[in-house]
């Protein structure tokens, strides 16, 4: 027992030794909040410059960020870029910005915004749509605190002066990812590259759509990509199949291949993996005249010659002005939603597959989305059950009956205009859930 | 020398060894969690240059930092603890229940159902209804492998095993019915207006009742163990059914009946997680629970403070884990590096207290 009292005690020295050596190097704020205030409060002060529009004292805002993964993950990984690039705009210190990685959408949630505001955070940001309900929860109990869901859709109806929403018009990056598809499609079509097998009973060609969840911010993202195909190729149809996850590779690449096998030449998605570009990419390598759009992130390291393009928000430009009402001590909007007039999204470097001339096609539909001449819903581009639509009706008071607010007006459905989360709900001709529940 | 020189003696044999005084016990086991951490600095610092003791004392701030802090840590400690203890009788008896995640899912449905549709009750026979059913919703759930474990000696551990993924995929399914708003597969925090069916306030504290209910369900299950009939026939069914049946117990009633219990507490689990912590359910109300507890469960050989314990570093250990990722820098996977090595190491104490290495040069010198 002695001998091994004594060893241990020669391997604790040596690990307390080792740490000693190399202790500078260790960046971490963690000894306590003291110090990491301390600096931060110089840092602010020193080389900081307020940005524009800025009149308070950025140097003296915390804010806590709550993220359902960590920078392995693409969605959060573009929340975490947009947080810190809004935060060197708006001047507020990094050490100000107090992270919380891989929250689950539980009781989680709760004790991490409860715990930024132990930690004296003044607003708190969550990243998941799942989180919503946790952070509406701690914003009852903390009045002083601003909590905003990030793509939620209860701020509104909850009656809060502190809980906010916020999405971007993502719908309309993925209309112009339609045309990327749309003129791949047409240049397909022109080449005799498509068999039989690529065109449905009526003469349409066939693409395919990997949706998440068979719900509005999905059906509105699927329908805005088919109206851009169709804006170029008037006659497509698409086939949709729902994974039921968020992320899910295996499950996503699955329902590409049957979509694939059902002869679609295009492959759109809304859920976060890689799965979908990578096998339109091997079926791609295996001679068929398959081409992948993806979503959040650029998928030309997966997909090099199969994806065109990929649809993407840019989440600063939220972050950045949202920061700066909280430094100026005002309130953030309870709903926010912007697209392309303030390049909140985008879409992502056309891969080498695109057409020629989808660059120009792609800047023209920009040009008249941000001049309000080119509504992505115009209410002339599509049919429900062969008619036209002329009236619909949207939830506002939370009771999920689509009855209270009327979204159509001058001749387009007004998508993330009377609540930031989408709400087109509509299922269009030419569209068919394959899997809906 | 003669006898053993035809057998190649092994360099290093493995002998048991008996009667370690318990105050030695303690020590090596004691020693080999210091001796795991000290394996984690190292590893720590060699990987991330970070110091090992400023992450430590982070994890530590992470779990303990403030009252609320501490409170979220306990009340982690206690779900993972009342899993446990639902664990120990089964696996006391050798009965390898794997299915402790689908009974804390059941529980957990019907205690949604409970806050879903009886939420015009007043609370205190709400809550006793929700634990009532909960239960046995959970023993039910326990029963079925434990029949056919009983009447045709069906493999338990595959049965209990797949018994979870119906659990899952019936979860699924009440999420989807109840999900809020449509098509977006959360159910939501249920009854945030009312909290009916949310535990109450007790001195203040959200989770005062989770902290009762579990020591409760501790200082029950050890008599239980250790001073009941039951126990006893647990205990000898364990250690050998041939034995239990010439003692005249009746194998089969021993078996249905402690899963029965074993089942139970596992609803109760999941009553706690819905109506103690999340006032939610969804696929992963669970959360891997049922099957850390095992770990716990063993760890602490079924004794109910043990149990507590071990629980109780395993959620100070997860709690720490959120802070070294926010100020640290490192993420989640480091601390589950620093629970496994630790674990490692528990298991490695376990090993040198019920038996001892024989060197081959002993053999030599006795020549």
């Known amino acids: ?437 | 020398m003669s006898d053993n020189s035809a057998v190649k003696d092994p360099f290093v044999r493995v002998v048991k060894r008996d009667g370690m005084k318990s105050g030695s016990k303690i020590a090596v086991r004691i020693a080999s969690v210091i001796v795991a951490l000290i394996v984690c600095g190292i590893l720590i610092n060699m990987i991330t240059g970070l110091n090992p003791l400023v992450v430590y004392e982070t994890m530590f701030q992470g779990a303990f930092g403030s009252t609320r802090r501490s409170f979220s840590t306990i009340r982690e400690m206690m779900m993972l603890a009342c899993v446990a203890i639902g664990l120990a009788p089964a696996f006391k008896m050798k009965f390898w229940n794997i299915g402790a995640e689908g009974q804390i899912l059941i529980g957990g449905i019907v205690s949604a159902a409970c806050m879903i549709n009886l939420n015009k009750l007043p609370a205190i026979p709400l809550l006793l209804i929700m634990f009532v059913l909960s239960a046995v919703a959970g023993a039910l759930w326990a029963l079925l492998p434990a029949i056919f474990k009983a009447k045709w000696n069906t493999n338990e551990t595959l049965f209990t095993l797949m018994m979870n993924y119906v659990a899952i995929q019936l979860t699924s399914f009440f999420v989807s019915k109840w999900e809020n708003p449509k098509g977006s597969n959360t159910v939501g925090i249920i009854n945030s207006n009312t909290q009916a069916g949310w535990f109450p306030e007790i001195f203040g504290q959200k989770y005062t009742l989770n902290i009762i209910m579990v020591i409760t369900l501790a200082i029950l299950m050890w008599i239980y163990l250790k001073y009941t009939k039951h126990g006893y026939e647990i205990a000898v069914v364990g250690d050998s059914e041939n034995t239990a049946r010439y003692a005249g117990i009746n194998v089969s009633k021993v078996i249905i009946r402690t899963m029965l219990l074993s089942g139970a507490i596992c609803g109760i689990a999941g009553f706690l997680a819905v109506s103690g912590a999340s006032h939610t359910i969804s696929t992963s109300t669970a959360g891997g629970r049922g099957f850390t507890a095992i770990i716990v469960a063993w760890l602490a050989k079924f004794n109910s403070f043990y149990m507590l314990l071990i629980a109780l570093l395993l959620a100070f250990l997860g709690s720490g884990a959120t802070e070294i990722a926010s100020k640290c820098k490192l993420n989640d996977y480091a601390s589950d590096m620093i629970i496994g090595i630790i674990l490692f190491f528990i298991l490695a104490s376990e090993f040198f207290i019920n038996y001892r290495l024989v060197f081959r040069k002993h053999a030599k010198e006795e020549a």
């Open chain 1, 1 to 437: 027992m002695k001998k091994k009292i004594v060893s241990m005690a020669v391997a604790a020295i040596t690990a307390l030794s080792l740490t000693a050596c190399t202790n500078e190097p260790a960046p971490s704020p963690a000894n306590g909040e003291g110090d990491a205030q301390a600096t931060a409060t110089e840092s602010g002060d020193a080389d900081v410059a307020p940005a524009e529009g800025v009149t308070g004292d950025a140097s003296e805002v915390k804010i806590g960020v709550i993220l359902v993964g960590d920078e392995n993950e693409g969605y959060t990984y573009a929340h975490i870029d947009g947080v810190k690039k809004a935060a060197e705009a708006v001047g507020i210190p990094a050490d100000n910005i107090l992270w919380k990685y891989s929250i689950p959408e539980d009781e989680s949630c709760y004790d991490a915004a409860i715990d930024l505001v132990d930690q004296g955070c003044t607003a708190v940001f969550s990243n998941s749509y799942g989180h919503q309900s946790f952070m509406q929860q701690a914003a009852e109990e903390e009045p002083d605190v601003q909590f905003v869901s990030m793509t939620g859709d209860t701020a509104a109806m909850s009656g809060l002066d502190n809980f906010s929403n916020a999405f971007t018009n993502i719908y309309e990056a993925r209309y112009i990812s339609g045309i990327v598809a749309g003129m791949k499609i047409a240049e397909l079509v022109d080449a005799g590259e498509l068999s039989d097998e690529n065109y449905d009973a009526d003469g349409n060609v066939m693409i395919g759509y990997v949706g998440a969840y068979p719900y509005a911010e999905v059906v509105s993202g699927y329908t805005a990509f088919y109206l851009g195909v169709k804006s170029v190729y008037e006659k497509v149809s698409m086939e949709v199949i729902y994974t039921n996850s968020w992320f899910d590779i295996a499950a996503e690449g699955e329902a590409a291949n049957s979509l694939m096998a059902d002869g679609c030449v295009v492959i759109g998605q809304h859920a976060d993996s890689t799965g979908a570009p990578t096998a339109v990419q091997s079926a791609h390598d295996a001679g068929k005249p398959v081409y992948s759009v993806g979503y959040n992130v650029d998928m030309l390291g997966v997909a090099p010659t199969a994806a065109l393009t990929s649809a993407t928000n840019n989440w600063s430009v939220y972050y950045t002005e949202a920061f700066k009402d909280i430094v100026n001590g005002e309130k953030i909007p309870t709903d926010w939603a912007k697209g392309y007039t303030e390049d909140a999204v985008a879409i992502t470097t056309l891969g080498e597959s695109c057409a020629a001339g989808t660059q120009e096609k792609v800047d023209e539909a920009i040009a008249a989305i941000k001049d309000g001449s080119l509504h992505v819903f115009d209410t002339d581009t599509f049919t429900v059950d062969g008619a036209k639509v002329d009236s619909a009706l949207i939830d506002m008071d939370g009771d999920f009956e689509n009855d209270d607010a009327e979204a159509v007006s001058d001749g387009y459905f007004h998508e993330s205009e009377l609540r930031a989360a989408p709400s087109f709900y509509l299922r269009i001709d030419g569209i068919t859930e394959l899997t809906a529940e």
